[in-house]
């Protein structure tokens, strides 16, 4: 095929782009490792792990954006994905403790108290590392493929499709909050000790989950860019724009969308993995209806249908939710609550349209200088 | 000699005897008040004596009277707020000292009488003060204490109020003790109301089904079974139950089978009243998901606004009640307080139907045909809304009291009661069913606000002032939401998070019922939450929600648009 001269041009900017998310963060990397300790330079271990879990999220939000972004769909349940991926990582992580745990049992210490004799059966599989890798990826995109698959079908789709997916994020939130899923109920999986043999407590353990990460995030934005400029993306974009439109012109725009929701769903899976080890725990608070749509908050603040701009948002809006939790725990809610209704209201486009609007505000200003020169 | 004594002795003693026991019964007769006054006041005097074998005694010997004013009396003993006063002249009173106060740099007691506890008028009319150091406490062992306990629940069955005596014949009946059995009787004999008579008559039976007798025991079980007496299946289970040796406590076989009976009659008459209170809560669940979504029905379905800030509008709603309710208490006398819960209906509906109006006009306005960013905008005034709430009033749940008058229930048989709040939610949701049936369908301006749904721009062009209309249709869905959360005060916590527990489950109800649709709602409340009256015994409440979900995930495959869609070519492209 001849290569025109658009392709070449994005295929340049994609280069870019993932050059820079590279750069961004070996540079975190090499500002932990290369200053001393008291230089001006120096990153602490807690922000590189910090930063670490920021990337995490930043891997759910492209999800969000290829989803929300380019197809339209706004799904409210993003936080289970993320959830059933973080469970498989913890479960895993739970059976490495072995015989570690509080009460020396081969049993995770939350299955002692709840007094379970045997391991329940869906954790067996998960001693092996590989399934469990394979598991964060599958069992999300499983999941979804078989909820997709029902609702568009039947053409549920703008809100109703948000509203079911809200429903779901409670309705899972309630099961995993219950023991007998044994799946450590309210308290959810946490103490883990290692990974892979690597005591979890050592910061080299940690900074290698670092580069994980971000090797993960620069694989997951180049295979969004990939999507996206690819046709499939140009139809994802005509589902968003008119899904009747491009229903008529002879695409199933129902399995276009159950491709989008199941890539998504595992890349919040993967984050979820990537995100449990870094953090040490993962609870059903983490993944319910709160914050399914707060992670919609970070791409509509980023700027949808952008890609680089869901990973800026979803940086920048839990650096801010860190920053103001541990300072004005008070004014949180307020900033989160004002962040929604503002971006909908002022910036339709998020970031993007503020570097725009002042951009615009920039030649509006020449242009008034030239007319009146005129 | 001794045989002179000998019939001496057999002449006069039966002659002694029947003499005393006729001077007895003639002085009961020509006394009878003064004989039982005397020796009620001596009874109660005795309860001040040293000697602890005569204070039991005088004890259940005033508790087996069967009289309600000696209650004070012996709840003042077990207290020891019960104290002995003697007089300048050297006699002996017994009185109740409850209230210590301080008068004249002195503390002592305003006394009450010990017998019924009335105010003791002193020399100058007003209720007597009496110096501590005057009065002499009485006390009493810790087991006699424990013994008292019973003896209250028998004094009880007399007291004046129908709860009271109810759940005291009950307690008596549970404990079984065949002493209280002439005082159950006696109770039961002068009882009009339905309910305590009911509770006796179970009583009776329970403390019948230990008598001696095989033949009372068989007309004991018999009763029990006859009246369907559910507190008592445990007692009969146990009197049949066959212990480790293979001895049961009831030997005999025909009273065996008489209790077996009773329980098989007493457990299909659960089976029946446990049916009808599922379909009583069903009903009940029902209306509060209606009265619930009717407000998010008006805002999505003829306007398409997704109203995510719809719970934290109930907040409002419920925390007006709460203020209404706290106003009543602090400035209206205490006779009318109960009557807040009439005015906070309409004041919560005002309340977040001008919140909604100020909405509505600030950011909803700026938002139409963009339902997406309306879900995601009035999420973000959600969040503000509970924040601000929770800085105001505090996180924890504010208390808001139902009013007496909605407290209890309607009894219609042994074990089937519905409860009046549930009954007035009902009646609440139904009135606002058809109030918004009315005015959306069969009122001026129902056809305005159905023609902008229809059609805005040729609605503009015939004259009707479409932004206005928006604004008042968003505000009656936000007063309903206003409505709906005054009512759920009267059966679940009011705090910031009322709204959060019910946003999920109301949605659901008006994406199954179909947009724009009021009989679609209807519908899909009583669908919803029937099924989760019926599903919630089998399964637990949380498998019972996630079999919900999935339900009407399937039955949207088979009704996309929900339960009563528009016929039409129309396709949204």
Not at chain 1, 294 to 304: C, K, L, N, S
Not at chain 2, 95 to 116: H, P, Q, T
Not at chain 2, 534 to 546: Q, R, S, W
Request: charged letters at 15%; a positive charge.
């Amino acid at each position: 095929m001849k290569k025109d001269k658009t392709t070449t041009k994005s295929r340049k900017e994609t280069l870019l782009w993932a050059l820079l998310l590279c750069s961004v963060w070996i540079v975190l990397l090499l500002m932990n490792t290369l200053p001393p300790k008291d230089s001006f330079f120096y990153l602490t271990d807690f922000n590189l792990n910090t930063a670490g879990k920021y990337m995490a999220y930043a891997i759910l939000a492209l999800g969000i954006d290829l989803l929300w972004g380019y197809t339209g769909i706004l799904s409210l349940g993003q936080g289970i994905f993320f959830g059933l991926g973080a469970y498989c990582m913890g479960m895993h992580l739970m059976l490495s403790i072995g015989g570690e745990g509080a009460y020396q049992s081969e049993l995770p210490d939350f299955m002692v108290w709840n007094q379970l004799e045997a391991l329940p059966f869906f954790w067996k599989p998960f001693d092996s590392f590989v399934f469990s890798m394979l598991a964060v990826v599958f069992v999300p995109g499983f999941f979804a493929f078989v909820f997709g698959f029902l609702t568009f079908r039947s053409r549920i789709k703008g809100v109703y499709f948000s509203i079911i997916t809200q429903a779901l994020a409670l309705t899972v939130w309630l099961l995993f909050n219950q023991n007998t899923m044994n799946l450590g109920g309210t308290n959810g999986l946490t103490d883990f000790k290692s990974i892979l043999g690597f005591s979890l407590g050592e910061a080299s353990t940690q900074r290698m989950l670092f580069v994980a990460t971000g090797v993960c995030l620069v694989l997951a934005f180049l295979l969004c860019r990939y999507i996206t400029e690819s046709r499939l993306g140009k139809v994802l974009i005509a589902i968003r724009d008119n899904e009747g439109r491009i229903r008529f012109s002879g695409y199933s725009a129902s399995q276009y969308k159950l491709f989008v929701f199941v890539i998504s769903a595992a890349l919040a899976g993967i984050a979820g993995a990537l995100y449990v080890p870094q953090v040490g725990i993962i609870t059903p608070g983490q993944i319910g209806v709160l914050p399914s749509i707060e992670m919609i908050v970070w791409v509509a603040v980023g700027g949808r249908g952008t890609l680089i701009g869901a990973i800026l948002g979803a940086v920048g809006v839990n650096w801010a939710r860190s920053f103001l939790t541990s300072n004005y725990p008070d004014l949180w809610l307020y900033f989160l609550g004002a962040l929604f209704v503002g971006v909908v209201l002022y910036f339709p486009k998020g970031m993007w349209e503020v570097s725009a609007r002042i951009k615009a505000l920039f030649s509006r200003r020449f242009k008034k200088q030239g007319f009146v020169e005129h | 000699m001794l045989r002179t004594i000998r019939v001496g002795i057999a002449l006069v003693l039966p002659a002694l005897i029947v003499t005393v026991f006729y001077v007895q019964k003639i002085a009961a007769q020509a006394f009878p008040r003064m004989s039982t006054a005397a020796s009620m006041d001596q009874l109660i005097l005795t309860l001040a004596e040293e000697e602890r074998d005569l204070v039991e005694k005088a004890v259940f010997d005033l508790g087996n009277l069967g009289d309600a004013k000696l209650l004070p009396t012996l709840e003042a003993l077990r207290e020891g707020s019960l104290y002995l006063w003697i007089k300048s002249d050297g006699t002996r009173r017994v009185v109740i000292g409850r209230e210590s106060i301080v008068r004249d740099e002195v503390s002592g007691f305003l006394v009450l009488k010990a017998y019924g506890a009335d105010p003791i008028s002193g020399s100058d009319g007003a209720p007597l003060f009496l110096p501590e150091e005057r009065l002499e406490s009485i006390r009493i062992s810790r087991r006699l204490r424990i013994k008292i306990t019973p003896l209250l629940n028998r004094l009880r069955l007399f007291s004046p109020e129908a709860v009271i005596r109810e759940s005291a014949a009950t307690k008596v009946g549970l404990s079984g003790n065949h002493e209280a059995l002439p005082l159950l009787s006696k109770a039961l004999a002068k009882e009009k109301d339905r309910w305590v008579r009911f509770a006796l008559t179970e009583a009776i039976g329970l403390v019948r089904l230990r008598d001696a007798d095989p033949a009372v025991r068989k007309a004991a079980a018999e009763t029990l079974g006859q009246i369907h007496a559910m507190d008592s299946v445990p007692t009969l289970e146990a009197r049949i139950e066959v212990d480790a040796s293979g001895v049961s406590e009831e030997t005999d076989i025909a009273v065996k089978a008489a209790v077996t009976e009773a329980i098989q009659k007493i457990k299909a008459w659960e089976v029946w009243t446990r049916t009808v209170e599922t379909i009583f809560s069903g009903i009940s669940l029902s209306s509060i998901l209606l009265l619930v979504a009717l407000g998010l029905a008006i805002t999505f379905g003829l306007m398409g606004v997704i109203n995510m800030a719809h719970g934290e509008l109930m907040m409002l709603g419920a925390y007006t009640t709460y203020i209404i309710q706290e106003f009543f208490v602090a400035y209206l006398p205490a006779n009318i307080r109960d009557f807040y819960f009439i005015l906070a209906i309409p004041f919560a509906f005002a309340v977040s139907a001008l919140f909604g109006y100020c909405l509505e006009k600030s950011i909803i306005k700026k938002l139409y045909g963009r339902p997406l960013e309306t879900l995601l905008a009035t999420w973000g005034i959600s969040l503000i809304l509970q924040q601000a709430v929770r800085q105001v009033f505090g996180a924890a749940n504010v208390d808001v009291a139902s009013p007496a008058w909605l407290s209890g229930g309607l009894r219609l048989a042994v074990g089937i009661q519905f409860p009046f709040n549930r009954i007035f939610i009902i009646f609440l949701s139904l009135f606002a069913v058809g109030s918004v049936y009315f005015l959306v369908l069969r009122s001026p301006i129902g056809l305005k606000i159905r023609a902008v749904t229809q059609n805005r721009s040729m609605s503009a062009c015939m004259g009707i002032a479409t932004e206005r209309v928006d604004a008042l249709t968003f505000a009656l869905g936000a007063g309903l939401a206003g409505m709906a959360g005054a009512a759920l005060t009267l059966i679940g916590n009011v705090g910031p998070d009322l709204g959060q527990n019910y946003i999920v489950d109301s949605f659901l109800v008006v994406v199954t019922g179909g947009v724009g649709k009021i009989a679609g709602t209807v519908g899909a409340a009583f669908g919803i939450g029937g099924l989760n009256k019926l599903l919630e015994p089998g399964f637990g409440a949380i498998y019972a929600k996630v079999l919900i979900l999935l339900i009407v995930i399937l039955f949207l495959q088979k009704r996309p648009s929900g339960l009563f869609p528009d016929k039409g070519r129309s396709i949204d492209l």
